[in-house]
C-alpha cells in the first residue's frame, strides 16, 4: 500500500505530503469543507466526492480532530479505513476523553462537568483556581477561561456553556512538556523525547527538545502515550500534553494527530514526526530515530513574513495561509549542539517571541537530573 489520504488541506497534510515524497509514497488531501483533492505536495484541486474517496484511499488519516461542517464524522467512525476512527470517537469531546483517561487511570488535572452555572461556584470551592474548558471545539486557548484562586469568575459565561463544558483544576504546574509517538498499524510504537513547551495566552510559542531533567519522566510518558494508542485503536502519530507537578506527569490533554511540539523534528531528527506518521501507516517497520543535539521550535504567530528572518539561524517554515492576528503562520527550527549553544540563535529571532522567554531557557539549563 503507498497510498494515504489526509482529511484537511492545511500545513499538516502538506508535511505529510512532502515527508511521503521521501520514500516514494504518495499523501493525498482532502479538503472536507471545499470537496476538493488535493494531490501530493500540488495545490491543483480536483473536485471529488467523498464517497469516491473512501472508494480509493485504503488509509485515510486526519490532520484535525473534528469536522464538524462536513457531516464526515459519522462515515469515519464507521470506516475501518480511518486509522483515527477511535481517536474521533473519543478525543475531540473533552469528556469522553478525560473519561478514558480515568478509566485507563492515567493522572490527569482533576474535573467536573458543567451543568449548570452554579456548578462553577461549587468548583471554586472544591478546586481553588479553575479552568473551565469547552467540551468541543477549542484550540490555541480558544474556549479556555482561566480563573485563578479569586480570580474574576464573571468571565466565564457559565449560563451559556452549561452542558457544554468542562471544569478542571487549575494546576500549579512547574512546566508543560509533551511527549510525540508513533504506532504501526501492526501495534509497533517509537517516541521522540519528552519537549518543553511554553504556552503564552493558550498559544503555543517556544517548544524546547529534549527537556532536560526528564530520566525519569520519559518511561512514564511513553507508557500512557502507549497505552492510550492501545485503546483508541490508533495508528500514526499522536501526542500528549503533559503538567510537571512535584516531578510527575499529569495528562493535559491529547492530540491524535502530528503537532505543533513535534515540529522541531524536522530539523532536530534524522526522521520527522510527519515521516513516522507516514511510515506508520504505510506499512514501512517502524525504525530508530535520532535526534540531532537540542532543537528549539519558535512559532511565528500574527506576524507577516519577513525575508530578513531568512539571514537568521536556523530554518523557517512558513504556510502560505491568509495573515489574522494571532494566528500560527509558521515556524523556526534551531537546532545546537547544547541547550545554551541555542541562545543566540533564540536572541535573533528575539522579536517574534514574547518578552520572557529568556527565562525559560534559563531555567531550563538550571534543572538537572
Ligand atoms: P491546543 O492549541 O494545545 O489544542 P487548547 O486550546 O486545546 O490548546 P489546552 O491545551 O487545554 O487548550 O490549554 C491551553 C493552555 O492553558 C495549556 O497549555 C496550559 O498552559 C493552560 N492550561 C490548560 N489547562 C490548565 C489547567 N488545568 N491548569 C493550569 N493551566 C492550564
Ligand atoms: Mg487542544
Ligand atoms: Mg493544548
Given amino acids: 500500500m503507498n497510498r494515504v489520504l489526509v482529511l484537511g488541506g492545511g500545513q499538516l497534510g502538506l508535511m505529510m505530503a512532502e515527508a511521503a515524497a521521501r520514500l516514494g509514497l504518495v499523501v493525498d488531501r482532502y479538503d472536507p469543507e471545499r470537496a476538493l483533492l488535493l494531490p501530493g505536495t500540488s495545490d491543483l484541486a480536483v473536485p471529488i466526492s467523498w464517497e469516491e474517496c473512501l ?132 501495534g509497533e510504537t517509537l517516541f521522540y523525547p519528552l519537549t518543553r513547551n511554553w504556552h503564552v495566552d493558550g498559544i503555543l510559542r517556544l517548544s524546547l527538545a529534549p527537556a532536560n531533567a526528564t530520566a525519569a519522566l520519559q518511561k512514564p510518558a511513553e507508557a500512557m502515550l502507549a497505552g492510550i494508542m492501545e485503546e483508541l485503536d490508533y495508528a500514526g502519530v499522536m501526542a500528549v500534553e503533559f503538567f510537571e507537578v512535584d516531578g510527575q506527569l499529569m495528562v493535559n490533554e491529547i492530540a491524535p494527530r502530528v503537532h505543533n511540539s513535534g515540529h522541531w523534528t524536522h530539523e532536530g531528527a534524522d526522521w520527522s514526526q510527519f515521516d513516522l506518521h507516514v511510515h506508520a501507516l504505510a506499512g514501512v517497520p517502524l525504525h530508530a530515530v535520532n535526534v540531532h543535539g537540542c532543537a528549539a521550535m519558535v512559532n511565528i504567530i500574527g506576524t507577516p513574513f519577513e525575508s530578513a528572518w531568512l539571514q537568521h539561524p536556523g530554518v523557517v517554515h512558513w504556510y502560505g495561509k491568509d495573515y489574522r492576528p494571532g494566528r500560527k503562520l509558521g515556524h523556526a527550527n534551531l537546532v545546537a549542539d547544547s541547550l545554551e549553544g541555542l541562545r543566540a540563535g533564540l536572541d535573533a529571532w528575539a522579536d517574534v517571541l514574547p518578552d520572557g522567554y529568556q527565562a525559560v531557557l534559563e531555567s531550563e539549563l538550571a534543572l538537572v537530573d
Avoid: H
Avoid at 464526515?72 to 479505513?81: E, F, M, T
Avoid at 467536573?112 to 479552568?131: H, I, P, R, W
Avoid at 482561566?146 to 504546574?173: M, R, T, Y
Fill in 55 to 186: 472508494e480509493r484511499y485504503p488509509v485515510i488519516t486526519v490532520e484535525r480532530e473534528a469536522f464538524p461542517d462536513s457531516g464526515l464524522s459519522a462515515d469515519l467512525a464507521n470506516s475501518d479505513r480511518c486509522v483515527a476512527r477511535g481517536a474521533l470517537a473519543v478525543i475531540p469531546d473533552r469528556f469522553t476523553q478525560k473519561s478514558m483517561l480515568d478509566k485507563l487511570g492515567i493522572p490527569t488535572a482533576p474535573w467536573v462537568t458543567l451543568d449548570k452555572a452554579a456548578d462553577l461556584n461549587a468548583a471554586v470551592e472544591q478546586f481553588g483556581g479553575v479552568v473551565v474548558k469547552a467540551r468541543s471545539g477549542g484550540y490555541d486557548g480558544r474556549g479556555t477561561w482561566i480563573v485563578g484562586e479569586g480570580g474574576d469568575l464573571a468571565s466565564v459565561p457559565a449560563s451559556e456553556l452549561a452542558g457544554k463544558a468542562i471544569i478542571e483544576q487549575k494546576i500549579p504546574f512547574r512546566r508543560e512538556l509533551s511527549i510525540v509517538g508513533a504506532r504501526s498499524i501492526s
